[in-house]
Nanobody
Framework: QVQLVESGGGLVQAGDSLKLSCAAS????????MAWFRQTAGKEREFVAAITRNAFGTYYADSVKGRFTISRDSAKNTVYLQMNSLKREDTAVYYCAATTSYSTTDGYRRQNLYEYWGQGTQVTVSS
């Protein structure tokens, strides 16, 4: 059983930066592909970023490309999401996800690929 716990969310102004963390337990993240999704009230959960097991493959939604960076630290069994140049549109609950499955480039963007999910952390960006 994999447990994922997100942290680092908060209230910031547009243009500011924030770094989210996802601490995993129950299995080493070296055996998992990891991702971040986000969701606002009344909308479906949407893909933000993903990172493969070897950490060489990273994937981003067009809306965050160039502003967000996903990374992993195997020693700490933790995945991060560095968010820069934040916009009001980035306001959402951010969820960490993990999967034992392998996929294609487009497949990593699909939430159905992921078996394990964290509880979420709120990010609020003022206008």
């Amino acid at each position: 059983q994999v447990q994922l716990v997100e942290s680092g969310g908060g209230l910031v102004q547009a243009g500011d930066s924030l770094k989210l963390s996802c601490a995993a337990s129950g299995r080493t993240i070296s055996n998992l592909a990891m991702a971040w999704f986000r969701q606002t009230a009344g909308k479906e959960r949407e893909f933000v970023a993903a990172i493969t097991r070897n950490a060489f493959g990273t994937y981003y939604a067009d809306s965050v490309k160039g502003r967000f960076t996903i990374s992993r630290d195997s020693a700490k069994n933790t995945v991060y999401l560095q968010m820069n140049s934040l916009k009001r549109e980035d306001t959402a609950v951010y969820y960490c996800a993990a999967t034992t499955s392998y996929s294609t480039t487009d497949g990593y963007r699909r939430q159905n690929l992921y078996e394990y999910w964290g509880q979420g952390t709120q990010v609020t960006v003022s206008s």
